[in-house]
């Protein structure tokens, strides 16, 4: 077992500038910066140019960007340049680039253009879904650059909410690791267990309530591995190493559809052969099992 590799969406170049959000003349000046760069983002998407092996954002410059809810995203310091998103709708463009999510393209990004997305994306869809003041109902407004929303009428602040979940890679401690298929997903498709910590649970506990409801397992340890933020809509994802306790599978049919040990060869053969499908190169699960498994495996889903 190995550490596990930085997840794909884990990585960023640019600093947050988290001290000028309040700054307004620095944000107009700024806007007003030719260096500037604007990403528009739509329902978390974004236009990408995408190959097979790599994608970059599609910037534009601040005369270009169209009205919209503007959020300061950082300045890279190596060129000083200043980057904002503001949700709009996405433009047709010539050339190849297309509206694009994290999910398909954000493995193939560079470490800039992942950390840029990933947080216009959360921003965005949390603006989108928290457009009210949840103590007294009236609409919110805008400020500190995008990151937080003020209700005129109380003055309560509300920040961008992150919803903390558990993905754990269930081990014997020994040559077998557990995975499991949920029952929406096609015959042959696998991955770790996972679940939302919920109110007044620490994260060991919810990785031994979610994997004792999901397969029945008792764990007798924990090891945190590694997070990812996983905006769809607000999630982050914590990565655990899973001791079991034991290895009598109960699965609860709701969540579980079916779940196995395999042991290295049994999931190296099982992935060669494509009977077994892993979850995909941007997912933080597929970094617990290759981190498990101590090397790369082929195939995913
Ligand atoms: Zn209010």
């Excluded at 993905?167 to 939302?196: K, Y």
Aim: charged share 25%; aromatic share 8%.
């Amino acid at each position: 077992m190995s550490e596990i590799a930085k997840p794909a969406l884990s990585r960023s170049t640019v600093d947050r500038a988290a001290i000028r959000r309040l700054d307004d003349a620095w944000l107009a000046d700024t806007w007003a910066d030719p260096r500037t760069r604007v990403l528009l983002v739509e329902d978390g998407r974004t236009l990408v140019d995408a190959g097979d092996v790599a994608a970059r954002l599609v910037f534009f410059s601040p005369d270009e960007a169209p009205e919209g809810e503007r959020y300061l995203l950082g300045v890279d310091d190596a060129t000083g340049a200043a980057y904002f998103a503001v949700s709009a709708e996405l433009p047709d463009i010539e050339g190849g680039a297309r509206p694009s999510g994290l999910r398909g393209i954000g493995a193939l990004l560079n470490d800039r253009d992942a950390g840029l997305m990933v947080h216009a994306a959360a921003l965005q869809l949390w603006h989108a879904r928290h457009t009210h003041c949840p103590r007294c109902g009236t609409p919110t407004r805008v400020t500190a650059a995008g990151h937080v929303r003020v209700c005129p009428r109380d003055g309560s602040e509300h920040f961008p909410r992150v919803d903390p979940a558990v993905i754990m890679l269930v081990h014997d401690g020994n040559e077998r690791c557990l995975l499991g298929r949920q029952p929406s997903w096609p015959q042959g498709r696998f991955s770790t267990l996972a679940g939302f910590v919920e109110p007044g649970e620490s994260l060991e506990q919810a990785v031994a309530r979610e994997v004792a409801e999901e397969v029945g397992i008792p764990i007798v340890g924990t090891r945190y591995m590694g997070s990812q933020p996983w905006p769809f809509p607000s999630n982050l994802m914590l990565g655990f190493f899973a001791e079991a306790g034991n290895d009598q599978i109960a699965v609860d049919a709701e969540e579980i559809a079916e779940a196995r040990w395999f042991t290295r060869d049994e999931l190296r053969s099982a992935t060669e052969a494509g009977s077994v499908g892993l979850p995909g190169v941007v997912s933080i699960a597929r970094r617990l099992i290759e981190g498990w498994y101590s090397d790369s495996l082929p195939g995913s889903w």
